[in-house]
């Protein structure tokens, strides 16, 4: 069965850097797209961004674009965030999610891993 | 961006019931729509997609319809195990964007 699990969260100043992981297993990751989707304490749903199941190109939100960069190693299953310039309301949950397609543009997310969670505290 | 407004943001309802979710959005995303349920400290799970169509395992008292920039997501016959969240998508532009949620409790 499909399998996201995500690593990497912890706590961070304002204005750090945290690199978060999601290791895929259960599915031909090479033949999916990948996102991130966050979630702050206690609010909704929020889409960060996306790559394609080649690599090939990225889709940012505009309250990410530029701080963080979305990246995958279709050879070790692996998708990673890298998150610079981080502040208070990056603070969430941030979970890796499966495309069903990827192949071009972002569709929606069919399968979802438990979330690392991310704090921006001084 | 497309903006999604769902609603009501809370919804008090007693098992057996039928209720309905609305998810508005700003501009016509023809039928690139889909729902999710989100239950306290879980990851949500993915309910419909293209407005109508239930994912597999997904019971048939989940329905979803609409087109353009109304939807409804109904379920028919509430059970225990649907107290939860539900969450509207859209996925027309390379932008996603989700409704702000609406809360299932019981009555």
């Known amino acids: 069965q499909v399998q996201l699990v995500e690593s990497g969260g912890g706590v961070v100043q304002p204005g750090g850097s945290l690199r978060l992981s999601c290791a895929a297993s259960?599915?031909?990751?090479?033949?999916?797209?990948m996102h991130w989707v966050r979630q702050a304490p206690g609010k909704g749903l929020e889409w960060v961004t996306f790559?394609?199941?080649?690599?090939?190109?990225?889709y940012y939100s505009d309250s990410v674009r530029g701080r963080f960069t979305i990246s995958r190693d279709n050879s070790r299953n692996t998708l990673d965030l890298q998150m610079k310039s981080l502040r208070p309301e990056d603070t969430a949950r941030y979970h890796c999610?499966?495309?069903?397609?990827?192949?071009?543009?972002?569709?929606?997310?069919?399968?979802w891993g438990p979330g690392t969670l991310v704090s921006v505290s001084s | 961006d497309i903006q999604m407004t769902q609603s009501p943001s809370t919804l008090s309802a007693s098992v057996g019931d039928r209720v309905n979710i609305t998810c508005r959005a700003s501009?016509?995303?023809?039928?690139?729509l889909a729902w999710y349920q989100q239950k306290p400290g879980e990851a949500p799970k993915f309910l419909i997609y293209?407005?109508?169509t239930l994912r597999g395992g997904v019971p048939s008292r989940f329905s979803g319809s609409g087109s353009g920039t109304e939807f409804t997501l109904t379920i028919s016959g509430l059970q225990p195990d649907d107290f939860a969240t539900y969450y509207c998508?859209?996925?027309?532009?390379?932008?996603?964007?989700f409704g702000g949620g609406t809360k299932v409790e019981i009555k």
């Open positions: 999610a499966r495309d069903p397609d990827g192949r071009f543009t972002p569709y929606y997310f069919d399968n």
């Open positions: 259960g599915f031909s990751f090479g033949s999916h797209g």
């Open positions: 790559i394609r199941s080649d690599g090939s190109e990225m």
């Open positions: 501009q016509s995303v023809l039928t690139w």
């Open positions: 293209k407005a109508s």
């Open positions: 998508q859209q996925y027309k532009g390379q932008s996603l964007t």
